[in-house]
């Protein structure tokens, strides 16, 4: 038996599953009703114990396929039920085997709907996942005196620069904990893609003679990296940029805006957003626990283009004078709806435009010599 206590003192004792070891991390809930593989192993969860809220989990097993990373970061698992014996034709292991071979805890039987509505109500915090056997009063205080590490971009970005190679427009793409969905977004359109570390400088990256710069997601709070902030302060103006979930939060502060912590943040696959140029509503595959603070927009260079339904929070940002834009969630939808792909054309259309921009005004340069 484990025991998953809070920070709060809140004890949920259930059955163990997964790895056998101990782990401490900040408790959040995930709202969707399939993708749990993408989400297991989605780098944005880094330093995390996801509670999923559909109430059966594991239900059509692991597959070769679907996976966001190659090694999953978070820290554990919390269901109602875990399904032991999977049914469905790509299945290739079950989730408890998964979990052992990467070193992952989980728990099940234990009321999610409970755990969720205490999140909701008091907001993300700390727990740990232990043995049942352990007092809670010596858990308690571990939890006390538990630091939870501030560098998980460092841990889950690429140590070194690679290469997808393609034919079409050459990208650059920010590491900062990015899901594999990015990739495969650009590949599909035959991008020549050179993945960076996250520390990377502007010089370091114009040096690659990009058309398009990519801020992927990652974990974490976004002032956690203020190289990052200042490598795309120094790329405004001088190349297309797109930032998703970290990327746009890292877009608002590079341009003066700030962002905050959320009380539980949007983790799920059912998000509704509204683009305010088209008047249109899409659902949105989400996972962040930051935000930007949407009246710190208002000395910036930064518009509003999208918001969300459910709070009103800021969703989607334009530059107002360079080919700089970004959104809150995740248009390569892995999990979730596929409704807002098309913003990786939209960023090659900007790209377009940038390069038709540039062959004109050199035209005009060389005419006046």
Do not use: W
Not at 37 to 46: A, G, K
Not at 309 to 318: A, I, M, P, T, Y
């Amino acid at each position: 038996m484990k025991q998953l206590v809070l920070e709060d003192g809140t004890i949920f004792v259930g059955e163990g599953f997964g790895s056998d070891r101990e782990s401490i991390g900040e408790v959040v809930f995930n709202t969707g009703m399939t993708g749990y593989q993408e989400v297991i192993s989605d780098p944005s969860y880094c330093g995390q114990l996801v509670t999923f809220t559909y109430p059966l989990v594991g239900n059509y097993g692991i597959n070769r396929d679907d996976f966001e990373t190659v090694n999953p970061a978070v820290l554990g698992v919390i269901v109602k039920e875990h399904c032991e014996h999977p049914s469905n034709f790509r299945n290739e292991e079950t989730l408890d085997a998964f979990l052992k071979a990467k070193h992952i805890p989980g728990i099940s039987g234990i009321d999610t709907r409970k755990l969720t509505k205490i999140i909701r109500q008091h907001g993300t915090m700390r727990a740990i996942i232990t043995s049942s056997d352990r007092s809670v009063n010596e858990v308690l205080q571990e939890l006390k005196e538990a630091e939870l590490p501030r560098n998980q971009v460092e841990q889950v970005s690429t140590v070194k620069p690679y290469v997808v190679p393609g034919r079409g427009k050459r990208i650059v793409l920010m590491d900062f904990g990015m899901k594999h969905g990015i990739l495969r977004e650009f590949t599909k359109r035959n991008c020549h893609v050179t993945v960076v570390p996250y520390h990377t400088s502007a010089a370091e990256i114009e040096r690659l003679k990009p058309d398009g710069v990519m801020l992927s997601n990652g974990p974490g709070d976004p002032k956690d990296v203020p190289e990052a902030i200042e490598t795309i302060r120094g790329l405004i103006g001088k190349v297309p940029i797109f930032g998703i979930c970290l990327g746009h939060q890292l877009i608002a502060l590079a341009a003066g805006a700030d962002t905050s912590k959320m009380k539980f943040g949007h983790r799920g696959a059912n998000q509704p957003v509204k683009d305010l140029r088209s008047g249109r509503t899409y659902m949105t595959s989400q996972n962040h626990g930051y935000a930007v603070d949407r009246g710190s927009l208002q000395n910036t260079d930064l518009e509003l283009t999208q918001h969300s339904l459910n709070d009103d929070s800021v969703e989607g940002l334009q530059h107002k004078e360079f080919e700089v834009f970004s959104v809150q969630y995740h248009p390569e939808s892995s999990p979730g709806p596929e409704d807002t792909a098309h913003l990786f054309d939209e960023f090659l259309e900007r790209i377009e435009r940038t390069e038709e921009k540039t062959k004109e005004e050199s035209l005009c340069l060389n005419a006046q010599i």
